[in-house]
Structures are given as structure tokens and as C-alpha cells.
């Protein structure tokens, strides 16, 4: 499923008031008390061919070396986790990660993942609220979480090192259906980038997300190019996952063309910047 990402801007309004009522609910998790703190909110992106602001800014850094992934589970009233649908998000960020660095190995890149949190429980986190995913102000509440937990609970520097890690960041798991989107850091606000993911999402889409904080651009058609990218794309490389996501037979089979590895850093240039100038990063 394809979402436009959503960056960091401290233009946004909020109106979501402090969340008073967020409690750690699994005692497999590190100990904090969560009240409502600093927030982050989405906005548009810039004009096109602005480089996206991400880029090598933020906590997540650049795609190689060893990545730190924290996973943070969000009960609402509603929708609840249990270990069973937890342990199946582990599979599909597994599948994810797994085809990352494959890419990156065919780009002659080392990148290699942390992430389960079933052999380490500072990579797991797990909270509950008092509002709905489909709430109207949602947005707004949630950045309200996102917010509190790398400012007050989550040392994600700490964690960081610990690993020795070269970058970090944070996957949100929702148990509803919607679509799943990233939020990167602006160069404003707090720079702890997020993938936000729900129960409907595959590993195809957990990667394609996982690639936007790291300084991917969508892509496909009405996102964030011209028409004329976009027919290039399609015609030249129309398995590029951030023109297109889904499985097939179970497997992540899309690439990552020249276009995103220059565009996470992978390679130094490429051909189309010449053609299109807007491509530039």
C-alpha cells in the first residue's frame, strides 16, 4: 500500500491536548511513567525536487553499518496486541530487513540490522491509550506519543552505542487496518525518525517505509514528481519498490533502482539527474 511520507514541520497546529491516560502495560518492558511532552507533526513536502530534509539528518543516518531497530506497540481501546500478532509483525520486519540488506549487498554496501526484541527486551516497547486510530485528531495524539517516549523513555542514544550502532530508529505497530507511513526528521523538532505500520501492512511496505527515513522518495504517480518521472520510472524500472509495493508468492521481489540508492546515499550519481533535474538530492 503506498502513502506519501510525512515530515516533521513545526508549521502544524496542534490540537491534541497533553495524553494524560498513556500507561506502560507489559512488564517485558522498560519501566517509565508516560504523560503527554513535546510532539511532532506531518506536513507537506516541499516543492519538487527539494531533497527531502531527512537526508543524513536524522537518527536513522544513512542506510549501511549496523542499524538498531526499536519496535513500539500501541493498544487502544479497540484493538489490542497479543504476543501471537506481535511475534507475526517480527516475521514481516524479518522480511524486511532480510531484503534490505541483500540490496545492499548487491550494491556492495554492508548494512545489517538489530531488531528482535525477543533476545533483547530494550528493543521492545509497548503502551496503551485512550484514543482510537481512527480518531479525528489521531495524528495529533499520536505524535503526542511518539513525542514522550524519545524525550522521557526510550535513551535511544544509550541503545545506540550499546549496539555500536550507526544508526537507529523506531517501528509503531498498530492492530487496525490504514495505511502505513513514515515520519523523518525535518532538521527541526526531535530527529528520532518513525515508521508507522498497522496489522494490514506486509513486509513489502515495512521496507518501502523503512527506506523513506533513510532518504527514499516515493515514487509513483501523484506523489512527489512530475508526470514525466514518473512515466520514466515505470517504464525504465517498474519494479522499483518505491513505485510500487506488494508481495509475490510470499516474497518481496521489487528493486531498488539507481534512483534510490543515489537517493539514500548508496551510490554518488547517477545518469537520470542530468535528464531530470529535479531528482537531484
Not at 524486511?96 to 549487498?105: G, P, R, V, W
Amino acid at each position: 500500500m503506498k502513502k506519501m511520507i510525512s515530515l516533521i514541520s513545526d508549521s502544524k497546529k496542534h490540537i491534541a491536548v497533553l495524553i494524560a491516560s498513556v500507561l506502560a502495560i507489559s512488564a517485558l518492558t522498560p519501566a517509565g511513567a508516560l504523560f503527554g511532552y513535546p510532539t511532532q507533526a506531518k506536513a507537506a513536502l516541499g516543492d519538487i525536487g527539494e531533497p527531502r530534509n531527512a537526508y543524513n539528518l536524522g537518527m536513522a543516518g544513512i542506510l549501511e553499518g549496523n542499524i538498531v531497530v526499536l519496535s513500539l506497540f500501541v493498544d487502544t481501546p479497540s484493538d489490542k496486541w497479543n504476543v501471537t500478532l506481535m511475534k507475526d509483525t517480527l516475521k514481516k520486519l524479518d522480511m524486511a530487513t532480510e531484503y534490505l540488506e541483500k540490496q545492499a549487498e548487491d550494491n556492495d554496501i554492508e548494512l545489517e540490522f538489530d531488531y528482535d526484541w525477543t533476545k533483547d527486551r530494550n528493543l521492545r516497547y509497548r503502551i496503551a491509550t485512550d484514543f482510537e486510530a481512527d480518531d479525528e485528531a489521531f495524528e495529533d495524539k499520536i505524535d503526542e506519543v511518539i513525542g514522550h517516549q524519545v524525550n522521557t523513555r526510550i535513551d535511544y542514544q544509550k541503545i545506540k552505542e550499546s549496539y555500536g550502532a550507526d544508526g537507529i530508529f523506531m517501528m509503531l505497530y498498530f492492530n487496525t487496518e490504514d495505511r502505513c507511513y513514515a515520519i523523518a526528521y525535518d532538521g527541526e523538532d526531535i530527529p528520532q525518525e518513525t515508521v508507522l505500520v498497522y496489522n494490514n501492512s506486509d513486509a513489502c511496505e515495512y521496507a518501502h517505509e523503512i527506506l523513506h527515513v533513510f532518504g527514499a522518495h516515493d515514487l509513483y504517480e501523484g506523489a512527489e514528481y512530475t508526470e514525466d518521472v514518473v512515466k520514466y520510472v515505470k517504464k525504465t524500472y517498474p519494479e522499483e519498490i518505491m513505485f510500487d509495493t506488494g508481495l509475490k508468492n510470499g516474497k518481496i521481489e521489487k528493486e531498488i533502482s539507481p534512483i534510490t540508492a543515489y537517493h539514500i546515499g548508496w551510490v554518488d550519481k547517477i545518469s537520470e539527474t542530468s535528464k531530470y533535474d529535479q531528482l537531484k538530492r
